[in-house]
């Protein structure tokens, strides 16, 4: 059983940063680490992916304010936010790919205040 522990949530005024950190508990090679959001009302998206050789991909809306990047040795996967905005409020989810199957974290409440 593979364990996601999100953490670095909270209440943040617009223009300012979070970082999320997302530790997997397995002994197997994770393949790609990412995060999802999911707003009140809406369906869960993809927000960043990283791959296990470091290829990285981006929500439109995120490019060039949010930065995913991993540790292998620590099986962490973390996600930088800059320059927040009241649509970016949502619950984030940590998601991982171990040996073809996908875990979820539990989830971790950013609310960006205007």
């Known amino acids: 059983q593979v364990q996601l522990v999100e953490s670095g949530g909270g209440l943040v005024q617009a223009g300012g940063s979070l970082k999320l950190t997302c530790t997997a508990s397995?002994?197997?090679?994770?393949?790609?680490m990412g995060w999802y959001c999911q707003a009140p009302g809406k369906q869960r998206a993809l927000v960043a992916s990283?791959?296990?050789?470091?290829?990285?991909n981006y929500a439109d809306a995120v490019k060039g304010r949010f930065t995913v990047s991993r540790d292998n040795a620590k099986n962490t996967v973390y996600l930088q936010m800059n320059s927040l905005k009241p649509e970016d409020t949502a619950v984030y989810y940590c998601n991982a790919d171990v040996n073809s199957r996908n875990y979820w974290g539990q989830g971790t409440q950013v609310t960006v205040s205007s």
């Open positions: 990283i791959s296990s050789g470091d290829s990285t």
């Open positions: 397995t002994i197997f090679t994770i393949r790609d």
